[in-house]
């Protein structure tokens, strides 16, 4: 079966992670039969979709028109023959324990088409084995949805012993259609991948609070503010449930061995039924303030042990052939909210280290969880998970650059899991980027583009910030922007912004300093920051004035609302719209026709241009010792014989 073919979805379990997998698949267009074994369950259920189909109406991400049809695609059953007798994929989101899941395939078997696939949602559990309960192994696979499912983008597709490469393609084309990004889990192992990173994470957080190594704020205080985790390790457990994080990691025991021990601390959580934010106390009590992290407890050894079990958990799933390093930082970004992949995280601190503190301690306790991978060891003999750069070459963590052909050098803001959002490390990095590009003879213009389909960039990493605010103060950090995107403007080249999705807050800002702005029709512009009261503090308060007019800045800024590219364009901001699919060739195109041009005269015309904004006579002045300039150089020579042989001029920057 390929994607063409399905038509009607069956999702079984109307719980959180059912219902949420079923609104989804009915935004989508497909028509959804939602089963649970009770009628109150499923009412609840579809009562839960309508809801949200409502919020996301209200808060104008659909019409309320989309949100009815959807709501119109889902049908709640209780019968399980009329739930998938015509369904083309069952995806079952019933409780996380394999006999119930077993039973639960072993009665659709009987009425589901032959061509079905089945999918299980399962965050752990063995692919394989749930698939041989059935008569079609090779039509099984995972397909983990985090929660919640309309919001989270990431989808694991799991193959078992048996699934068939046409079952992994259609089920990964079938998340493509749900609009999620799918990584393929190429091998059948407890946690996949995302969990197989955080749980042993959240249990080393156990350990060592257990073995009186550290308290349980100077670990999460490292976690969130020197790591850089969206929460703390014991916030994290809290919020996924100690015992969902317990479960998960006794089925690991169970299927790889005494390496995955549960920490003593996590079981009398779960056995003295604090569960965390669900049962209202945890590791933090949330009826009386919940989760209080300090800022400034944060330890290096805590932080090298965290990373050390991280990274060692990387080598072993690269090592079996689980997931290539790539996917496995994408996957646990998308998954797991990280600002930046686990290897690379790994790569930063040195992989060499972090062998070196497994070691010592294993040396100490002899734990088996502390033994080295190959994996780690072989990443380590290698200079990293990435492998050390090559000479002369720069490699960066949030962003990438490239030279395109016709002298394009282009930088593409690499954090679609976060939006694209500005970090303070993607500020320091774009600011090295530049500063080579310009250096760099083979470039004659700049192209600034975002990774992903959502946004080019939708502002500033709050998180970010919050972490470096302990370094890095409210001016410091403005300034740090200002310099950075002050780089692209001064750039003696010129600078084009390829923009698709959510340009906001500081994202604008840096589309802001390039000298022109090419946008998708679907893009969407603003600076909210007067909604958090605050103001645009990359340099957006002086530059959006000299582009559009002080009326229309203040406009823009004081209402904090967002404006499509059409009204852009017509504000001046904007210099040409396209569709989604042509944006980045008309944004390429337009800066190889720039990066065609005399590079000397590019410069002196940008020097020009800004010095008249402060000056009108100083601007007049620079233009005129540049024209004289320009009377003595081989490109005018070369722009005036081409003019008479009426050929395209070959500037050579002379």
Known sequence: MGLK?????????????????????????????????????????????????????????????????????????????????????????????????????????????????????T????ITELSEVTDRPEQFCGMHFFNP?????LVEVIT??????????????????????????????????VNRILVPLMNEACWLVHDDVATIAEVDSTTKFDIGLPMGAFELSDQVGNDVGLHVLEYMHE????????????????DDEKLGKKTGEGFYDYDNGGAE????????????????????????????????????????????????????????AGVETLVETLEDVYDQTGEERYEPSDGLVDAAAEGGFYGSDEAGEVTYDTINVEHLEGSVGHIELDRPHRMNTVSVEMLSELGDAIDRLNEDEEARAILLTGAG????????????????????????????????????????????????????????????????????????????????????GWGGTQRLANIVGEGRAKEIIFTADRYDAAEMAEYGF???VTSSDELLDAATELARDLAAGPPIAMDFTKRAIHAGRVDEDAGLEVESQAFGHLFATEDLMEGLTAFSEDRDPEFEGK
Request: proline share 5%; charged share 30%; with cysteine.
């Open 453 to 536: 389909d959502s946004a080019f960039s939708a502002g500033a990493d709050i998180q970010s910030a919050a972490t470096n605010a302990t370094t890095l103060d409210g001016v410091e950090l403005s300034k740090t922007g200002q310099e950075t995107f002050s780089k692209l403007e001064d750039s003696p080249m010129p600078v084009v912004a390829g923009i698709d999705g959510y340009t906001l807050g500081g994202g604008m800002e840096l589309a802001t300093a390039a000298d022109m702005r090419v946008a998708s029709e679907s893009s969407q512009f603003g600076q909210p920051e007067h909604d958090l009261g605050l103001l645009p």
């Open 5 to 121: 073919d399905i038509e009607t979805i069956a999702v079984l379990g109307a719980g959180n992670m059912g219902h949420g997998i079923a609104e989804v698949a009915a935004l989508s267009g497909y028509e959804v039969r939602m089963r649970d074994i009770k009628a109150e369950f499923v009412q609840d259920g579809y009562d839960s979709i309508e809801w949200s189909l409502n919020k996301l109406a209200e808060k104008d991400q659909l019409t309320q028109d989309e949100a009815d049809g959807a709501l119109e695609r889902v049908t709640p059953l209780v019968d399980v023959e009329e739930a998938v007798g015509d369904a083309d994929v069952v995806i079952e989101a019933v409780p996380e324990k394999m006999e119930i899941k077993k039973d639960v395939y072993t009665d659709i078997e009987k009425h589901a088409p032959d061509g079905a696939i089945f999918a299980t949602n």
């Open 149 to 153: 499912p309309v919001r989270m983008q």
């Open 293 to 348: 992290i300090p800022r400034d407890q944060s330890r290096e050894k805590v932080k090298h042990r965290l990373l050390a079990v991280m990274a060692n958990e990387i080598g072993k799933l690269v090592e079996n052939d689980v997931a290539p390093v790539a996917d496995i930082d994408e996957a646990v970004m998308l998954g797991g909210g990280f600002p930046d992949g686990p290897a690379k995280m790994a790569d930063k």
């Open 574 to 576: 904007v210099n040409e």
């Open 255 to 270: 299927m790889l061995g005494a390496a995955y021990d549960p920490c003593p601390l996590l079981e009398r959580k779960v």
């Open 123 to 126: 965050s752990s559990l063995s």
């Open 160 to 193: 078992g012993a048996h699934t068939s490469d046409e079952t992994l393609d259609t089920i990964e084309a079938l998340a493509d259609e749900f609009d999620k990004r799918p990584v393929r889990v190429r091998k059948d192992s407890p946690g996949f991948i």
